[in-house]
């Protein structure tokens, strides 16, 4: 998972006012990831000083690192299929939100955002994408202490991070019609095709949505690695192979491209295999993989971004907002019909107003 | 995608498609990383060179927003074309180069709905997004403004739609060369929505709206969907009345692109009559209309018909032969009036397919399609209106003003 840093950030958002969970660790200057590991933890008397005197006492929290962060997002996926198991969703549906969530944390923090909203958000907007109508009240009651409002809080936001494209196209039905096809050529092998469809199937309802399949690789692709995964000489059969007699270059020319075609798929196949379906169960019932969740969620806890953990209040601005400044459009010409710039968040410019040189109030 | 076999792309509309190049296909495709002066993704404290941030972009902008607003800023928003309770259509260009017209589609957002966003909206830009054919709307781009309204981009179509031309029988005239020309253009976009698996489920003259340069572009997929797979239920509710085939009206639960062939066959007979063909007061009129003027479905023509829930037919009518619409169509021609008949099969399983009708000997038999800089057109101000007019329109429903009051009310919920 490509996650974007962004760099030359000349305000670096956690200017946090309250000392809650400031790791006092880190405490050597602005850049702890960096720092920390070549100087002393503890600084010496006089830098003490020199730092008490010269930056806010309160510092940065102990970011998480772009590795931890692609954990958290495979780990918050996987919440979200289990999400969907509870649900009964259709296997589409609930593959469409998946990477919904995964390409909302392409361009953005779960820092940032919240993923255990977002998840419920992606849930009910990938039924709606896949016109699979569900009315909020029903749908939010589903969760627990999860109000219609918290859950349409982040739809616009979730719309705008994947930049409106709805349309997830998914490797279920290529899977189907490489099964009629494989019937018709294996009249004889019924058990074999079956069985490697049941295991396809449950591959695919897993292992392309918790890794980076969807974003390399094509739906055919993707089936036909998780074929190989199950009975690698199905998809010998149904890539096919150059013909016998006849031309010399085209024949060449065919087997280099299914030398290609073999060799995208062993790629995929390599990646699905990172994560067998078998994992699932894993992620909520392995004592290991749980105990390596925890301090991950813990860290997150104290790195989050203030202004925007809460999205109910962050929609609730928001619409203030564009209440006030409707009031204010009355007399703006152009510019106006289109908006302004979106003004920074009242609470932010309070933030930034106590981040001053004698530090937030006590 | 597919490409049409019978598609010809002129030069002109080659050179538009690259001045208004899609930017919406990729997240990061127009994101110029050279002004990213978030604090947003993965906070980095790495002594890196500081950009200073344009005054333009606030610093509190997440990443998506960032892009969002340039997007929007490549627009400018002109005069309303039309307002309407699900849209508002403004005129609007393209800031670096004013001559650039589009239609910007501001989705209202609904006071008393509290389900988020329509589901209208969502599948119009689920499948705008991906379709792109010279026949069909093209979707430029797509950003919100004032915070949370919806806006689409769509190429700006100055010169009205089909419905306008063929009610315009006092101005307007036209003849079998231009509506064999004007049914190309639409079969083709038919046929490429089919060939990618989507089903348009709302075609009618006034979602057929015209370019400056003749060509006719399919709009409006506030109805679409994408092909169901097998066993899974679809609503029967869609398709604006008159156009709606009768296996909808029977409320069949499973349907394919035949649905939309019928819709083809009616707006092709409503081409040649100058008049809605089968223009029913109620879904039970529609039935009855079509009883009358194509036939009665019965299990010899139409096998499984009488299984479907909705079945009931107000009484026995024999299917219609070729002499009686030769009668009533006849200035298509006899290969014209295959055509049509083909179209207007009662039994969806026996109706050509969109792509066999790109097959049919009509369009090589004389006349000759008129070349489309020669289509008859409607200017003026009147057409302006026409495509604000179309494009907020809630679809599925006929407008009040064309003699049925009773506009569908749609089941988003099914």
């Not at chain 2, 869609?238 to 062939?261: M, N």
């Not at chain 2, 003003?401 to 749609?410: F, H, N, Q």
């Amino acid at each position: 998972m490509m996650i974007l840093s962004t760099p030359g950030s000349n305000s670096p958002w956690p200017t946090k006012t309250s000392g809650t969970g400031s790791p006092a660790s880190s405490a050597c200057g602005p850049s702890p990831r960096t720092a920390c590991a070549s100087c002393d933890p503890r600084p010496t008397p006089s830098r003490r000083s020199r730092l008490r005197l010269a930056s806010p006492p309160i510092p940065p929290p102990d970011f998480l690192t772009p590795d931890e962060e692609t954990r958290l997002v495979k780990f918050f996926t996987v919440e979200l299929i289990r999400a969907a198991q509870f649900c009964e969703m259709p296997t589409e549906v609930r593959a469409t939100a998946a990477i919904f969530l995964r390409r909302f944390y392409v361009t953005n923090s779960v820092m940032t955002y919240p993923a255990t909203d977002l998840l419920k958000t992606s849930l009910f907007f990938g039924c709606k994408a896949e016109g699979y109508f569900y009315k909020l009240v029903q749908f939010s009651e589903k969760f627990p202490n999860t109000t219609g409002e918290q859950i349409l809080a982040g739809e616009f936001l979730l719309c705008q991070g994947i930049r409106f494209a709805f349309d997830v196209r998914h490797p279920f039905r290529a899977l189907e019609g490489a099964i009629l096809e494989l019937r018709r050529r294996l009249p004889d092998e019924d058990s074999r095709v079956r069985r490697a469809h049941g295991q396809a199937r449950e591959i695919l309802k897993f292992s392309p949505l918790v890794t980076d399949a969807y974003f390399h690789y094509t739906p055919s692709q993707i089936m036909m690695a998780s074929l190989s995964i199950v009975d690698e000489g199905l998809v010998d059969i149904l890539v096919p192979t150059p013909p016998q007699n006849g031309d010399q270059s085209k024949a060449k020319e065919h087997a280099e491209m299914r030398q290609k075609i073999m060799n995208t798929i062993a790629d995929c196949r390599r990646m699905l295999e990172e994560e067998p379906p078998e994992r699932m169960m894993d992620y909520w019932s392995s004592p290991e993989i749980v105990k390596a969740i925890k301090p991950l969620r813990k860290k997150l806890q104290k790195c989050r971004d203030p202004d925007r953990a809460n999205l109910v209040n962050l929609q609730r601005a928001r619409r203030e907002q564009t209440v006030n400044k409707e009031k204010k459009a009355a007399k703006l010409d152009d510019t106006g019909v289109f908006g302004e710039e979106l003004g920074r968040e009242p609470k932010r410019a309070k933030l930034d107003k106590a981040d001053d040189v004698f530090g937030p109030p006590l | 995608m597919a490409l049409s076999p019978v598609v010809t792309h002129t030069a002109e509309s080659v050179q538009q498609t690259q001045q208004l190049a899609r930017a919406i296909s990729s997240p990061l495709k127009n994101f110029t990383s050279g002004q990213t002066s978030s604090s947003n993704g993965t906070p980095k404290l790495l002594a890196a060179p500081l950009v200073p941030a344009p005054t333009t972009i606030p610093v509190t902008l997440d990443l998506a927003e960032q892009m969002n607003d340039e997007e929007k800023r490549k627009y400018v928003k002109g005069k309303k074309l039309g307002e309407g309770t699900y849209a508002i259509v403004f005129l609007g260009h393209l800031r670096s180069k004013p001559s650039t017209l589009v239609a910007i589609k501001k989705i209202k957002v609904q006071k008393e709905n509290d389900q988020g966003m329509a589901p209208d909206a969502v599948r119009e830009l689920k499948h705008l997004q991906e379709l792109q054919h010279p026949n069909i709307i093209s979707l430029l781009s797509v950003f919100s403004s004032k915070d949370q309204n919806l806006n689409l981009v769509l190429e700006y179509l100055p010169l009205g739609d089909l419905e306008m031309l063929i009610r315009d029988t006092d101005n307007v005239r036209y003849g079998a060369a231009d509506i064999k020309t004007w049914m190309g253009m639409l079969t083709r976009a038919v046929w490429f929505c089919h060939e990618n698996f989507v089903l348009h489920r709302d075609i009618k003259p006034n979602n057929l709206l015209i370019a400056a340069d003749g060509e006719v572009k399919l709009a409006d997929f506030g109805l679409a969907r994408t092909f169901a797979d097998p066993m899974t239920n679809m609503t029967s509710h869609v398709i604006t009345r008159w156009y709606r085939p009768l296996e909808l009206l029977f409320d069949a639960k499973h349907y394919s692109g035949a649905v939309d062939v019928w819709s083809v066959g009616t707006v092709f007979a409503e081409l040649v009559m100058r008049a809605p063909y089968l223009p029913g007061n109620t879904d039970i009129d529609q039935v009855k209309l079509i009883c009358e003027a194509i036939g009665t479905p019965t299990e010899d023509n139409w096998p499984g018909v009488t299984k479907l829930s909705g079945y009931a037919v107000p009484a026995q009518h024999p299917v219609r032969g070729k002499d009686w619409y030769e009668m009533r169509f006849g200035t298509v021609g006899s290969d014209g009036v295959d055509l049509l008949m083909k179209t207007l099969i009662l039994d969806p399983r026996k109706r050509i397919t969109a792509h066999q009708m790109l097959e049919h000997r009509w369009w090589h038999s004389d006349p000759k399609p008129t070349r489309k800089q020669d289509l008859p057109k409607k200017d003026g101000p009147s057409a302006d209106d026409k495509m604000g007019a179309d494009l907020k329109r809630r679809p599925g429903v006929l407008d009040d003003d064309r003699g049925s009051k009773v506009a569908r009310k749609l089941d988003f919920g099914a």
